[in-house]
């Protein structure tokens, strides 16, 4: 009984988590408030920050929408929150990120994906007035949110695709250099031994 009795306030707890609030990036905040919160809201530098170590700004339109701009010597992220009214005094929010370093390749989809996901668990701690979670910023937040079409897709096969891609295409530029060595090569033992003096023609001592 008493472990039926701790399952049941388990799953209470998960089920309130889930479905408690409603809809996940819906807030019951007026849009004025959600944009004032959110633009004062200090962003964390550190490793387990929404940027990291990256040097942040925030700054916004005036009403409706947010942006955030991370930037260091490796790599640079601009990630934007939407606000629309719902109702009289709710708010729905929209997220995406984009950007990345030069060190990404074909996984620049997925990093600017966890960038996101930090993002949007930086909004609900902010408007929740909690503190930043690291372990919900890598996705549990953000799972409750639907997905935006600007989002870069950050799947993991999207991710193997485009590293063989990349992979498919440093072979063939190698491919060509040797082509071009190969051929610099001919050109120059077909015209090894020439002999050329101004006004004369030239001579091949091996013709």
Same mark, same amino acid.
């Given at each position: 009984?008493?472990?039926?009795?701790?399952?049941g306030a388990f799953f209470g707890v998960i089920f309130y988590a889930w479905f408690g609030r409603g809809v996940a990036n819906v807030y019951?905040?007026?849009?004025? /408030?959600?944009?004032? !919160?959110l633009r004062s809201a200090p962003v964390e530098k550190g490793n387990g920050g929404v940027f990291g170590n990256l040097d942040t700004s925030v700054s916004g339109n005036g009403d409706s929408v947010l942006y955030w701009n991370a930037s260091g010597s490796h790599a640079g992220y601009h990630c934007e929150a939407a606000i629309t009214p719902e109702g009289s005094d709710q708010s729905r929010l929209t997220a995406f990120c984009g950007g990345g370093g030069a060190s990404d390749g074909? &996984?620049? *989809?997925?990093?600017? &994906?966890? %960038?996101?996901?930090?993002l949007i668990e930086h909004i609900? !701690?902010?408007? *929740? %007035?909690?503190?930043?979670? !690291? =372990?919900l910023a890598q996705g549990s937040t953000a799972s409750g949110w639907p997905s935006d079409a600007r989002q870069p897709d950050g799947s993991y096969g999207t991710a193997v695709v485009g590293a063989l891609k990349a992979e498919q295409e440093i072979?063939?530029?190698?491919?060509?250099? /040797? %082509?071009? =060595? /190969?051929a610099e090569q001919a050109v120059r033992a077909a015209h090894a031994g020439v002999q050329f003096k101004p006004g004369k023609p030239m001579v091949n001592p091996n013709q």
């Open positions: 009984m008493k472990y039926l009795l701790l399952a019951a905040m007026a849009p004025a /408030e959600v944009y004032q !919160a074909a &996984a620049a *989809g997925m990093v600017s &994906a966890m %960038k996101r996901k930090a609900d !701690a902010t408007l *929740g %007035k909690r503190p930043f979670d !690291a =372990h072979k063939g530029m190698i491919r060509d250099a /040797e %082509k071009q =060595h /190969e």
